[in-house]
């Protein structure tokens, strides 16, 4: 049987020329990517042209800590001439820059200490996030190793209804499949033409919440457009073998779709339709993350607020996930009818998502959220509740003031 692509640039990156589930494979690493700080001790680097450099989770500095933290990855970037850095001012969060930066590319492995670095496999690419032990090693030596493990392959038919998005694709799966531990998903079907790149991200992101290893987008004329000017490096594309075994195989028709709720403290088994939990109150709306703050996730945000007010005793917060989305957003326009409407544009930072700063949730309070996690104190108090939903039901529940679906605003 011949290979899939999540096993095709596995046996690319090392010595053998096939690889199957259950094997351990040791590869090379194209990209390393490191964020708010470097170990000051390090004395040699594999090659410092691979290596990306930037401040993400708390920028600008909110403690002292944080502060120190980032005057030591300044320090190491000067000591090792690192070119590919993001200061203060040129910031975003890690898995939106490599992609916005052409540094994230197809057929390549890249390696990063933040568990939602499977982002990147949207553009063809093998990415993985790895501890903080294991990122000291590809820092320094450039290979690491992985377990091969199984592959679903996850068709996509036909067309995502009106107000129905991306997000909500990746929500329907766990909330029908379940989790995917230990495996890989490969997306496929006609259905991915109409799904851009900002979506793919998307999917690809949240698939870390499905506990993917592994999520992988095909190199397709969506992803060669994006790309295009765009790239640092040469790149070649992976594609599967035409006898690829897959562990399973799922099928999705998008135009059966309606807009998706995750409700609080896990994603598998806990997603369904919106209508299921519409009218429950919330004091806190996000957009924002490596999974939602994007140019397009400000367009309907915007687009779903225009001429309403956030409803009072609401706070509705959007965070961008790059300066230059933030630049993007001000010239379209977003960002002042989001303003209009009484929502708070932040720096980009990953900020709330985290839990970190710039809008934690008290005791008791309940957020709708088109982050990342929903796990009890994610994003402040263990005692609140975070549901899950793409940036229009986000949108139209801080205006309403309870969980709304988007398309009854």
């Known amino acids: 049987m011949g290979m899939t692509t999540v096993e095709k640039i596995l046996a690319n990156h090392s010595d053998q020329s096939k690889v199957s589930p259950g094997d351990v494979v040791v590869v090379d690493v194209d990209v390393a990517v490191f ?3 470097m170990r000051p001790d390090v004395l040699k680097v594999f090659d410092p042209d691979r290596l990306v450099l930037l401040h993400d989770h708390q920028v600008p500095a909110p403690t002292v800590r944080a502060a120190n933290m980032a005057k030591q990855m300044r320090e190491f970037v000067e000591k090792f001439g690192v070119k590919h850095y993001f200061p203060v001012g040129q910031h975003g969060i890690s898995h939106v820059l490599v992609a916005q930066e052409g540094l994230a590319l197809p057929g390549q492995i890249l390696a990063n200490p933040d568990s939602h670095t499977c982002s990147s496999g949207a553009l063809n690419c093998l990415a993985r996030g790895m501890g903080p032990s294991e990122m000291t090693h590809i820092l320094c030596k450039g290979k690491t190793w992985f377990m091969v493990g199984p592959t679903t392959k996850v068709n996509l038919e036909g067309k995502l209804p009106e107000r129905v998005y991306a997000r909500d694709i990746i929500h329907y799966i766990p909330g029908q499949y379940g989790d995917f531990a230990g495996r890989n998903l490969e997306w496929h079907g006609d259905g991915l033409g109409s799904v851009g790149m900002d979506g793919r991200l998307t999917m690809a992101t949240i698939s870390a919440e499905l506990s ?4 992988l987008f095909p190199y397709d004329d969506v992803l060669a457009e994006y790309l295009e000017g765009r790239a640092k490096w040469p ?3 992976a594609f599967p073998d035409a006898d690829a075994e897959y562990e399973a195989v799922i099928t999705v028709d998008l135009s059966s779709l309606e807009p998706q709720i995750v409700k609080p403290g896990r994603v598998a088994w806990n997603s369904g339709s919106v209508s299921e939990v519409a009218g429950q109150k919330v004091d806190q709306a996000f957009i924002g993350s490596c999974a939602n703050g994007r140019l397009s996730d400000f367009a309907v945000a915007a687009e779903m607020v225009k001429g309403h007010k956030v409803a009072p005793g609401v706070r ?3 965070t961008p996930g ?4 933030l ?3 001000v010239k379209a326009g977003y960002v002042e009818t989001l303003m209009e409407a009484g929502a708070v544009v932040t720096s980009s930072t990953c900020g709330a998502c985290f839990g970190g700063h710039m809008g934690l949730l008290a005791d008791g309070e309940v957020c709708i959220t088109a982050s990342t996690r ?3 104190g994610r994003m402040g108090s263990a005692e609140a509740d975070i549901f899950m939903g793409s940036p229009a039901t986000v949108a139209a ?3 309403r003031g309870v969980i709304t679906d988007p398309r009854d605003l």
């Not at 993917?212 to 999520?215: I, L, V």
């Open 322 to 325: 790059s300066q230059e989305i």
């Open 35 to 37: 964020f708010d700080w």
């Open 374 to 376: 929903n796990f009890k």
């Open 316 to 318: 509705f917060i959007v």
């Open 235 to 237: 790149y070649e594309p």
């Open 212 to 215: 993917a290893e592994f999520s």
């Open 397 to 399: 529940s801080a205006v």
């Open 327 to 329: 630049k993007q957003a």
